[in-house]
């Protein structure tokens, strides 16, 4: 028997230190949270993506009176991207999210099935996908999306 660990590294900036190569798409990503049709949750999420052609896709969540239906901002955001450039890769998401009257104190971090499909889409085009995660009082940012779903499913199993 042996005992192990998973390491997630992941660099955390306070406000302050925000590298302003990363401020446009955090800011995307707040905007995007504006326009979320969160009427049942009240919890709105915006996500914006950088493409390696440098367009800009945003996203938010899309909620529905059958609960199941809806769909998170991520996903929203990635699933477009993907089927509008189906060659250009994702080089950057980042994600903000905002909920009564304000956004996040702590970074908002992405739910399962998010991390699942952003996982999908970084193995696809075989490039690293940084990960921008928000918060008013601080950031965390990811090397890649790998990074944020220890024992993944994969292709390769299938
Ligand atoms: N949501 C997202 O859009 N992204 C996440 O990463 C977490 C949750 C949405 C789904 C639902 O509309 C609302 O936030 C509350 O769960």
Redesign the pocket.
């Known amino acids: 028997m042996r005992s192990l660990n998973w390491e997630i590294p992941y660099t955390e900036y306070l406000t302050s230190e925000i590298p302003a190569e990363y401020l446009p798409l955090i800011e995307e990503a707040k905007k995007q949270a504006m326009n979320a049709y ?1 009427v ?2 009240n ?1 709105h ?1 915006g996500a914006a993506l950088l493409l390696e052609n440098g367009k800009i896709i945003g996203g ?2 899309q ?1 529905n009176s059958a609960y199941p239906s ?1 769909l ?3 996903r929203t955001a990635v699933f477009y991207a993907n089927s509008q450039y189906p060659d250009v890769a994702v080089k950057t998401i980042a ?1 903000a ?1 905002y909920t009564n009257g304000e956004y996040l104190k702590d970074p ?4 399962g099935g ?1 991390r699942q499909v952003l996982l999908e889409t970084e193995t696809r085009y075989g490039k690293n996908m940084k990960v921008i995660l928000y918060g008013t009082d601080k950031i965390y940012v990811l090397d890649n999306v790998r990074q944020l779903l220890p024992f993944s499913f994969d292709k390769e199993r299938l």
């Open positions: 969160a049942y949750s919890f999420v938010n969540n909620e809806g998170c901002a991520e994600i999210a908002i971090t992405p739910c998010c």
